[in-house]
Structures are given as C-alpha cells and as structure tokens.
C-alpha cells in the first residue's frame, strides 16, 4: 500500500505539473504532499508492526493510517479530475508524463460522452433538471481505477519512484 501511495503522488505531481488553472494545480499539489506525508507514516507503523508482532496495539494504528492513506488517495483523484477537466498543458517528452497525460485524455473522452448522452437523455424533470431515479453516475477516476481487475487496469500504474520502471509496471 505504501509504494502504491508513492504511485500515486507521483501521478498529482504530473498532473499538478501540467495543471493549466493554478487553483487546481495547487490542491492537487496539497493532496499530493498530504498522500506523501501518510504513506510514510503507514510504512514507519508497517515496520514497527513488524518488529512487534501480532497485538491490537499495533494493529489499531496500522490500520487507522491505511484508512487516511485511502481517503488521501480519492482526494488526489479528486483534485486530479478538477484538473483534468479545467485542461493540461503539453507533456514533455517523457513517457511517464505522456502515459499519464494520454490516461485523463481518455478519462475526460469518457466524461465528455457521457455528459453528451445525458444531455440528449429524456429523464430530465419540467425544470430540465436530471431526475435523480434511474440516472448514472459520471464516470470518475476512482471509477475507472476501482472497475479494473488489478493485472489490466488502464490507469497509470507504475509512477514508481525507483528508476527503470515505466508508470505502468505496477497496479493500484
């Protein structure tokens, strides 16, 4: 969980990167750092919860520090939806940032479709308001990330840190 943390900021730091509002370049930068700041709490408690052993004193916080590092994680997809949407500017040449830029290209597609099918869609009230009954959620990134069987997802997986490996190696 603590190198899939790692993943992750590392995607909000592209993103927030190639961030064309400075307002969501910001939070996203926030969530990025915040998701940063737990997964290395989680990997100092892992570490110490297994020297320990086996106690629920050990598990308690274990457990409550995975809570926080997913909570980090929705918020950074989050922030990165909000940037994805106001628009990215051109990625460099590196194939981690294009990786991730072709990843909310095709994710924003996605969005775009769907709001369009909604529109066109007659469940709407007298107000032109969308009814709530029978109506389906947009498409997020937590959506995309939690539909995919974890060997063949199609999100950034290998934002590892350590040199050599591509965004996609890994999975969330």
């Known amino acids: 969980m603590v190198s899939d943390g790692q993943v992750v900021v590392k995607f909000g730091n592209i993103l927030a990167k190639h961030c064309l509002d400075q307002r969501c370049s910001t939070e996203l930068l926030r969530a990025a750092e915040h998701t940063q700041s737990i997964s290395s709490q989680l990997g100092i408690v892992a570490r110490v919860k297994a020297v320990t052993g086996e106690s629920k004193a050990s598990s308690e916080p274990l457990l409550s520090n995975v809570q926080n590092l997913i909570q980090a994680v929705q918020h950074v997809l989050r922030a990165a939806e909000a940037a994805c949407v106001k628009g990215l500017g051109q990625p460099s040449a590196d194939p981690e940032e294009e990786e991730v830029a072709a990843f909310c290209q095709q994710w924003r597609k996605n969005l775009t479709q769907h709001r369009a099918k909604e529109a066109l869609n007659s469940d709407r009230d007298e107000l032109g308001l969308r009814k709530t009954r029978g109506a389906k959620a947009e498409p997020t990134l937590m ?11 199609n999100i950034p997986k290998h934002l590892n840190p350590r040199k050599g490996h591509t965004v996609m190696d890994r999975h969330l």
């Open 143 to 153: 959506s995309v990330v939690q539909e995919q069987p974890p060997r063949s997802r």
